[in-house]
């Protein structure tokens, strides 16, 4: 009776995860589509801030006490301030990024300052801290840059260039999970998350690149700054890697707090952070690799 009840179970997800997706793609195309810069922002940056209070929540339900209210304060500033000069076609000064490091490790001690010593969880409240906001925000708003980003190639708008990087880094997710729970066998990280196998690992790595040569192929102009299939090849391998990293990683932090998902707000998939993990990884390296080695 177990295996038709497991099997039963794996449908209603898949179907839940495939409606999810169906809906998010449905927003972003939205978004996109509208070709309005601050719509784009917008559902950047709530998706960075929903996931930034997933993790400060689950960290506070757990005995971890990030200082949320300095936290949020930061991505808020942080997004607005990047949001101006991305709206205003002004090259980002390197001080937005400083100052975002040095308040929030200068502020969160200060915060920490006012309660008593409580072990290791006086230092662990401050690097969660910090580590949450850099995790789901600075690193999470490269898609805001490289959607904005100038210097790409003079004719082709960095959406492009974005739209790429999210197909591709949830074709992996898409690849991993469809293959691994066809025919996946063999464990890839027990101790961190149990359905993860090799198979899964391998449908990732071609779903990524069937994501990634298909959208080549279909908008060559558009993303002609990628000039080869050798990079667009290349690029795919590695957002496909950087892609499950970035599960793994989010994987790991829910493991050390026992719960399976950041939130229940998207059925099948989770929450925010759920669905952003991956990309968290994905573009700040596809930002620096097109910027370092192909924009002109």
Known sequence: MSQPVASSSKSVTFLKRTFSTILLWGVVALAFGSMKPWAHLA??????????????SLSLRNGIAVHRRWALFLGIAYGAGLSYFLLQGK?????????????????????ELRHP?????SVLNVTSTIFGVLWLT?????????????????SMPGSFVLLWCIAVTKFTDMGAYLTGSVIGKHKMIPHISPAKTWEGFAGAIFF??????????IFPDQLAVFSSWGHVIGLAVLVALL??????????????????????????IGGA???????????????LYVALFLAP
Do not use: Q
């Open 208 to 217: 990524a690149l069937l994501a990634a040569c298909t959208l080549y192929a």
């Open 91 to 111: 090259a980002i000064p390197a001080a937005l990024d400083l100052a975002l490091v040095f308040l929030l490790v200068i502020g969160s001690l200060i915060a």
């Open 43 to 56: 559902l950047i940056s709530f998706l960075a801030l929903w996931a930034l209070h997933e993790f400060c």
């Open 243 to 268: 892609a499950v990293v970035g599960d793994l990683a989010e994987s790991l932090w829910k493991r050390s707090l026992t719960v399976k998902d950041s939130g229940h707000s998207l059925p099948g």
């Open 273 to 287: 952070m759920d669905l952003i993990d991956s990309l968290c990884f994905t573009a700040p390296a596809v930002y």
């Open 117 to 121: 010593i409580r072990g290791i969880h």
């Open 138 to 154: 600075w690193l999470f708003y490269f898609t805001a840059r490289m959607d904005f980003a100038p210097d790409f190639n003079g």
